[in-house]
Nanobody, 126 residues
Framework: QVQLVESGGDLVQPGGSLRLQCAVS????????IGWFRQAPGKEREGVSF?????????YYTDSVKGRFTISREKSNNTVYLQMNSLKPEDTAVYYC??????????????????WGQGTQVTVSS
C-alpha cells in the first residue's frame, strides 16, 4: 500500500521558515518524481517544486518560490523535504506531496500524478 504523509505545516510570521516533510512508503522512491503542490482557498492547485528520480537529476521551482524554497530527497528514510524560507502571506495554502512514475511532461501536471498525500496547512500571517 502506497502512502505519502506530509507534515511540518504551521502558522509562521512573514519572513519566517518552515520545512515540510513527505514520508513515502510502499514504493521505490528512486524511480519516482516527487512534487509539492499547493492550493489556496478559491484558487487552483499549483505545482510548487519537483524532484525527479536521481537517474535524471532534475529539479523544478515555480517562479514565485525560486530562491526561497529548496526541495531535497533523503533515500535513507524515504522522505522528500521542502525547505521554505522568507515566507510570504501569499504562500499560505494547503501543501500536498505527490508521486509520479512516468510522465512525458516536465514537470508532471497535477492530473498526471499517481499518488497523493493528505496535505498539510501552511499559514503565513502576522
Amino acid at each position: 500500500q502506497v502512502q505519502l504523509v506530509e507534515s511540518g505545516g504551521d502558522l509562521v510570521q512573514p519572513g519566517g521558515s518552515l520545512r515540510l516533510q513527505c514520508a513515502v512508503s510502499g514504493l521505490a522512491l528512486d524511480y519516482y518524481t516527487i512534487g509539492w503542490f499547493r492550493q489556496a482557498p478559491g484558487k487552483e492547485r499549483e505545482g510548487v517544486s519537483f524532484t525527479s528520480s536521481p537517474l535524471h537529476g532534475r529539479t523544478y521551482y515555480t517562479d514565485s518560490v525560486k530562491g526561497r524554497f529548496t526541495i531535497s530527497r533523503e533515500k535513507s528514510n524515504n522522505t522528500v523535504y521542502l525547505q521554505m524560507n522568507s515566507l510570504k502571506p501569499e504562500d499560505t495554502a494547503v501543501y500536498y506531496c505527490a508521486a509520479n512514475r512516468y510522465s512525458q511532461a516536465w514537470p508532471p501536471p497535477s492530473w498526471g500524478m499517481d499518488y497523493w498525500g493528505q496535505g498539510t496547512q501552511v499559514t503565513v500571517s502576522s
